[in-house]
């Protein structure tokens, strides 16, 4: 059974920074594909940024570019969240999830696409 737990969640003011990050149970993590999801209240669960199985590609939604960097490091089962710039819309509950696939990099955004998911962390930007 695969199991992801986040950690790294918290109350911040607009500006600040956090880093997210995702430990992986198992040893097939590089068979994964690894994205970050959010979701505010009321509001669907939406993608955020996702990372190839190899580390070398990565994507990210339009709100959180230049401002969130994801990262992983496969010896460790690990994906990071880097979230600088931080404004009161990024305020939400973050997901991280899991997609098995045999292609090193497909871009997947859809909560559908992704067969594994954490327990989530809260973050709150305060204006």
Avoid: H
């Avoid at 430990?23 to 669960?45: I, L």
């Avoid at 996702?50 to 939604?61: K, L, Q, V």
């Avoid at 230049?66 to 973050?94: C, H, Q, W």
């Amino acid at each position: 059974q695969v199991q992801l737990v986040e950690s790294g969640g918290g109350l911040v003011q607009a500006g600040g920074s956090l880093r997210l990050a995702c430990v992986v149970s198992g040893r097939t993590f590089t068979s994964y594909v690894m994205g970050w999801f959010r979701q505010a209240p009321g509001k669907e669960r939406e993608f955020v940024t996702a990372i190839s199985r190899n580390g070398e590609n990565t994507a990210y939604a339009d709100s959180v570019k230049g401002r969130f960097t994801i990262s992983r490091d496969n010896a460790k089962n690990t994906v990071s969240l880097r979230m600088n710039s931080l404004k009161p819309e990024d305020t939400a509950i973050y997901y991280c999830a899991a997609k098995r696939t045999i292609m090193v990099w497909r871009t997947s955004t859809s909560p559908s696409e992704y067969d594994y998911w954490g327990q989530g962390t809260q973050v709150t930007v305060s204006s």
